[in-house]
């Protein structure tokens, strides 16, 4: 069974940093995309940071870029999200997501409904 465990969110403010890690088990991690996702009250869930752990591309939404990092550890199959000059509009419950997807889809064009294993999410708070 696979299982994805988050952790490391927390309250910061604005201009901060956090490193969200995601733990992984329960399948052959190397052969996954993995990604992390984000939901604010009243809004969808929002695709932030993908990386293919086979080839180690990766994808940021055009808020993020430049200010968050999705990186791998294959060794203990984990994937981290290094998330600095946070924003109050960063503020979420981030998710933690993989699935194994074709190497020949772009990372651009994933969403929520490509990825089928889910974290139990960790929250995101940023004070201005």
């Known amino acids: 069974q696979v299982q994805l465990v988050e952790s490391g969110g927390g309250s910061v403010q604005a201009g901060g940093s956090l490193r969200l890690s995601c733990s992984a088990s329960?399948?052959?991690?190397?052969?996954?995309?993995m990604g992390w996702f984000r939901q604010a009250p009243g809004k969808e869930r929002e695709g932030v940071a993908y990386i293919d752990t086979r080839d180690g591309r990766t994808y940021y939404v055009f808020s993020v870029k430049g200010r968050f990092a999705i990186s791998q550890d294959n060794a203990n199959n984990t994937v981290y999200l290094q998330m600095n000059s946070l924003r109050p509009e960063d503020t979420a419950m981030y998710y933690c997501?993989?699935?194994?997807?074709?190497?020949?889809?772009?990372?651009?064009?994933?969403?929520?409904?490509?990825?089928?294993?889910w974290g139990q999410g960790t929250q995101v708070t940023v004070s201005s």
């Open positions: 997501a993989a699935d194994s997807i074709k190497r020949s889809r772009g990372l651009g064009t994933l969403s929520s409904a490509d990825f089928g294993y």
């Open positions: 329960g399948y052959t991690y190397s052969t996954m995309c």
